[in-house]
């Protein structure tokens, strides 16, 4: 459904939201004949159909997701049953014209896009055995009992209008929504042994035994309804754009989530006197806010005998009824594109960007004399703030007679105002404060190509430093999403007298992340080095390669093709996460969580016309 994808770092124009990280700008096709696809394999299946002609088009694109075959291969041995279910569509007509000539010719266009997707996952664990630590080396065994049952809904639809009032003015507007519904339940109780692990040890020592029980009962419902309008006025060499958008939040949620923990027979806690749970939280909160927002940019491209130039100046004004916090951001690019070289671009850019927050970042945390933690919000959060400096360049070249493109960007971002927070596998916490700063310097190359004739390939490595510390005085420690390299690869390949049967070859190479105690993020570690290669081959039959697919009966089949696929090939065991456990001094051990090892997928696809 997708016909071009461009990604931003950072420094992009002011058109593109307020976001201090990057940018994806997807533009959708417009299909002109019909064309759809099926595919099954053993981790789902999806089916897409497109239709159009010179005056609509539409596309519908449905996708069924499981990973209990995947998720089946996991340490932790029990019933995995989650699946994911995702609907979306992309419909475009012209507006005008009383026949079907004239509305061809319209300058009026109407669109409707929409998405519903909603994600189950069930869970009923039975046990854990797994040794870590190295030389230092631990053994951990769990039995559970109890399940988890989670469920996320989303849905959004978007109905837009664009037109040319004139030869130079393009306006539009949209009207939009989006929803969801999550659900967090959860009541699980493991008991554990941790000991010591060491093989030539005539008598394992039992570092810690104990049991733990985990409950949560969460909700969060909400609803958000945008209004835009946006236009731009071309003369020439300049172009300008402006858009302002009005949106109405409404949200309710609910927090009852505790942790117990008991080692060789005191519950910790343990002061000695009184029974104390190890993890307590709690809220019921509702929220109703607005925000305007408006931003204009100008771009303008000259000629000189150094090359063509083109600069891009605006800026963005938000305003949020919740805190009263109005926001002007100022960008500004540039780019050159060398006389004396016309395959390579250069650009600079720069600028001021926040990302106001939303019901989650506003979530802070008091404990009170029962040790209870207790969710409020904060009406005196401030928008995370940031200055971006990027460089860039694209560098089209030829090698061995076939089209190549290098990409470089390097970037440095200085962040204030920030709030911390801590990554714990998929759930992400907020500290609810303005408590921090960081700053993230990187840079990013890809080179794109055909390696051999056909078959798209690419290589990259980015290499970034990600630092944040408390404003309070904390020292300098990573944020949760450094990784300091990252190396990744994509080659396909044929046999030149078999094109049809054709090999890709996925590889992965990445500095581990880094994981931090349980609520306590100045005491951390760094996981493992990231590993992982993945093979495919995929036999595909068509009008050119199979004869029988010239006969009448398969006049409507483009081509179809079976694929075999070997995920995690070498079977690395890769660190997801920690699991904490604890003894009776309330020391914490930390043992890893480890994603999937090797597993297959066969997958078949069908290419209808």
């Known amino acids: 459904m997708v016909e071009n994808v461009h ?37 789902g299946a999806q089916v897409y159909v497109g239709h159009g002609d ?22 932790t041995a029990g019933n995995y049953q989650p699946t994911f279910f995702d609907y979306q569509t992309y419909i475009t007509w012209k507006v005008g014209g009383k026949n079907k000539a004239q509305r061809a010719k319209s300058p009026w266009n109407m669109a409707f896009l929409a998405n519903v997707s909603q994600n189950d996952y069930r869970f009923t664990p039975d046990s854990l055995s797994e040794s870590f630590g190295g030389q230092d080396a631990k053994n951990l065994s769990i039995y559970y009992e109890g399940q988890e049952k989670d469920r996320f809904l989303t849905a959004f639809g978007a109905l837009s209008t664009k037109g040319k009032v004139s030869k130079e003015v393009e306006i539009g507007f949209d009207l939009s929504g989006f929803y969801t519904n999550e659900r967090e339940n959860f009541d699980i109780t493991g008991e554990y042994v941790l000991s010591n692990g060491n093989e030539q040890a005539e008598v394992s020592e039992a570092l810690g035994t104990g049991i733990f029980h985990q409950h949560a009962r969460n909700s969060l419902e909400a609803g958000v ?113 060398p ?57 089209y070249f030829r090698a061995w007679g076939r089209p190549f493109k290098l990409t470089a960007e390097g970037y440095y971002k200085y962040i204030d105002r920030m709030e911390s927070y801590t990554v714990d596998n998929v759930r992400v916490r907020y500290s609810g404060k303005n408590d921090a700063e960081g700053y993230a310097a990187g840079l990013d190359l890809k080179l ?9 390939s690419w290589i990259s490595f980015s290499t970034m430093v990600a630092r944040q510390r408390l404003t309070n005085g904390g020292a300098w420690i990573p944020s949760p999403t450094e990784s300091r390299y990252n190396f990744s690869m994509l080659f396909q390949d044929y046999i030149p007298r078999l094109p049809q049967l054709k090999f890709h070859l996925k590889m992965q190479f990445a500095e581990g992340q880094p994981f931090y105690a349980p609520r306590n993020n100045q005491s951390w570690g760094r996981m493992p080095i990231y590993k992982r290669i993945d093979l495919g081959a995929t036999y595909v039959f068509n009008a050119q390669t ?20 070997v995920f ?22 930390a043992s890893p969580n480890y994603l999937t090892g090797r597993r297959f997928n066969l997958k078949i696809t069908v290419d209808l016309k």
Do not use: C
């Not at 519908?60 to 340490?75: I, P």
């Not at 989650?360 to 959060?381: A, C, Q």
């Not at 199979?546 to 696929?565: D, G, T």
């Open 7 to 43: 990604f931003s770092a950072g420094g992009f124009n002011a058109q593109y939201g307020d976001k201090m990280s990057s940018v994806l700008d997807i533009t959708y096709k417009q299909p002109k004949l019909f064309e759809a696809s099926l595919s099954a394999s053993l981790l």
């Open 54 to 75: 010179s005056t609509y088009s539409q596309m519908h694109g449905l996708r069924y997701k499981t990973s209990k075959y995947m998720l089946g291969g996991l340490a």
């Open 225 to 337: 309804i945008t209004l835009a309008h946006n236009g731009s006025w071309k003369r020439n060499a300049n172009t300008l754009r402006w858009g302002v958008s009005g949106q109405a939040e409404v949200i309710k949620d609910h927090i009852s989530e505790w942790e117990w923990r008991d080692s060789a027979g005191y519950s910790l806690p343990n002061d000695g006197h009184s029974m104390e749970l190890f993890y307590t939280m709690r809220g019921d909160a509702s929220m109703a806010s607005a925000r305007v927002q408006a931003y204009v940019q100008n771009e303008h491209k000259w000629n000189t005998e150094s090359g063509q130039w083109i600069l891009n100046v605006g800026g963005r004004l938000q305003w949020w009824s919740w805190n009263n916090e109005v926001l002007p951001s100022p960008h500004a690019s540039v780019e050159w594109i």
């Open 339 to 395: 006389g004396w070289k016309r395959d390579v671009t250069l650009r600079l850019a720069t600028g001021l960007y926040y990302q106001a927050p939303f019901y989650k970042e506003l979530r802070d945390t008091v404990t009170d004399d029962l040790g209870v933690t207790r969710i409020r919000l904060n009406r005196d959060l401030k928008a995370q703030r940031s200055v971006h400096v990027v460089l860039g360049s694209d560098y």
């Open 448 to 456: 794109y190509g055909e390696l051999v004739p056909g078959a798209d």
């Open 546 to 565: 199979a004869k029988f697919m010239r006969a009448p009966s398969a006049k409507h089949v483009k081509q179809w093709a079976i694929q075999f696929e």
């Open 568 to 589: 995690n090939l070498v079977g690395w065991n890769n660190v997801n996460s920690y699991f904490w456990v604890s003894d009776a001094y309330g020391h914490q051990w």
